[in-house]
């Protein structure tokens, strides 16, 4: 099983990495690209139309600004397409959410907050959604999320014996 992790401008990857470092943790192979919705749109579409036959189960998008690339992506294939929010412009990403998350009706994107924290969450609603034809990443989830709880409860001993 294969993501994609696609952005608008490279000027986003310090946030979109945080998407394929994630996703390499738990062992899912990624694609990672540079595509513009704007820029060159035949490319996006030529991406999105063979994404499947190229052995891609779901794709993350991110965009700042206007942020067309997740829905363009959507337009053009059946797979899952998670948009994140890139902090791009003096708005601080307000744009970008607005624009992915209010598609119209019939071709929709799932989406994140903006910046980093949406990136990886991101790559875990991707696990959850390979996870259901794969059960290994059940259990792999399940470990990550008992790995995020034994921080917390540390850091809530460490401050308590302050």
């Given amino acids: 099983m294969k993501v994609a992790v696609i952005m608008g401008s490279k000027s986003d990857l310090p946030v979109m990495e945080e998407a394929t470092v994630l996703l390499k943790q738990f062992g ?3 694609e990672l690209r540079v595509l513009s919705a704007h820029r060159c749109p035949d490319e996006v579409a030529a991406f999105a ?4 036959d190229n052995g891609i189960s779901a794709i993350i998008a991110g965009a700042g600004m206007a942020a067309h690339l997740p829905g363009v992506i959507a337009a053009y294939t059946t797979l899952p ?3 994140v929010p890139v902090n791009a412009s003096s708005l ?3 744009d970008a959410l607005f624009s992915i998350v209010q598609m119209p009706p019939g071709i929709p994107v ?3 907050g903006i910046g980093k924290a949406g990136a990886k969450n991101a790559a875990l609603l991707a696990v959850e959604m390979l996870a259901i034809a794969e059960p290994s990443f059940r259990q792999k989830l399940s ?3 008992a790995a ?3 921080t917390v409860l540390a850091s809530d001993k460490e ?3 302050t």
Avoid: L, M, P
């Fill in 148 to 150: 995020q709880k034994e």
């Fill in 28 to 30: 899912i192979e990624t």
């Fill in 49 to 52: 139309k063979g994404a499947a």
């Fill in 143 to 145: 470990s990550y999320r």
């Fill in 81 to 83: 397409v998670i948009g």
């Fill in 110 to 112: 799932a989406t994140t």
């Fill in 92 to 94: 601080g990403g307000i």
């Fill in 159 to 161: 401050v308590r014996n």
